[in-house]
């Protein structure tokens, strides 16, 4: 399926780790990204090809992929990290963008 | 350190044509190697990928909207646009261009967006 499924919220507090996920079929055989989008701002690319840091972005920030499942880890997440997340991926047959996640920070 | 810039009408009228043009700094369309992309996304949703270009033409459209998206370069002036016809209340949305690195991955620069109202 050309579905990619995210938790609409996921809530932290400062200092612990957070988890998004982003479930579809097309994940099972092709790259996702994530981005971060802030209020009023463009997205940002924070990780791509499952796993890779885009540069510039801290180390707290990690991607992995199980099956059908790709993981954004924020390690010692800071109240700067409340952001929109969005993974990305597709084929060719199309392209999809999750629904987002909506990340707070307590 | 490449930028891109969105530009184009801020209102449409509904059954006309949206169009809106990229223009690319720092660096050059035809150099080849990226691929130049529109991305939009609804009031208050999510993102919606709408398709790309490659600097020799070819695309690749999201099959929901690909019967009315046409996506063209123009090397010489360095930029790059979108053309969605057929507009309804429903292609309301901030439309942002983005350079993808993996095609329509690795999307690591993004214009500003511009919002564009379709409403008569």
């Known amino acids: 399926s050309y579905e990619l499924t995210q938790l609409p919220s996921v809530s932290v507090s400062p200092g612990q780790t957070a988890r998004i996920t982003c479930s579809g079929d097309?994940?099972?055989?092709?790259?996702a990204d994530w981005y971060q989008q802030k209020p009023g701002q463009a997205p940002e690319l924070v990780i791509y090809?499952?796993?890779e840091r885009y540069p510039g972005i801290p180390e707290r920030f990690s991607g992995s992929t199980s099956g059908n499942t790709t993981t954004l880890t924020i390690s010692r997440v800071l109240t700067e990290d409340e952001a929109d997340y969005y993974c990305l991926s597709g084929d060719e047959d199309n392209v999809v963008f999750g629904g987002g996640t909506k990340l707070t920070v307590l | 350190q490449v930028q891109l810039q969105e530009s184009g009408p801020g209102l449409v009228k509904p059954s006309q044509t949206l169009s809106l043009t990229c223009t690319v700094s720092?660096?050059?369309?035809?150099?080849?190697?990226?691929?130049w992309s529109w991305i939009r996304q609804h009031p208050g949703k999510g993102l919606e990928w709408i398709g790309y270009?490659?600097?020799?033409?070819?695309?690749y459209y999201n099959p929901s909207l690909k019967s009315r998206v046409t996506i063209s370069v123009d090397t010489s002036k360095n930029q790059f646009s979108l053309k969605l016809s057929s507009v309804t209340a429903a292609d309301t949305a901030v439309y942002y261009c983005?350079?993808?690195?993996?095609?329509?991955?690795?999307?690591?620069?993004w214009g500003q967006g511009t919002l564009v109202t379709v409403s008569s």
């Open positions: 090809e499952d796993s």
């Open positions: 983005a350079r993808a690195a993996g095609r329509w991955l690795q999307l690591g620069y």
């Open positions: 270009i490659y600097y020799s033409g070819s695309t």
């Open positions: 097309v994940l099972g055989e092709n790259y």
């Open positions: 720092g660096g050059s369309i035809s150099s080849g190697g990226y691929y």
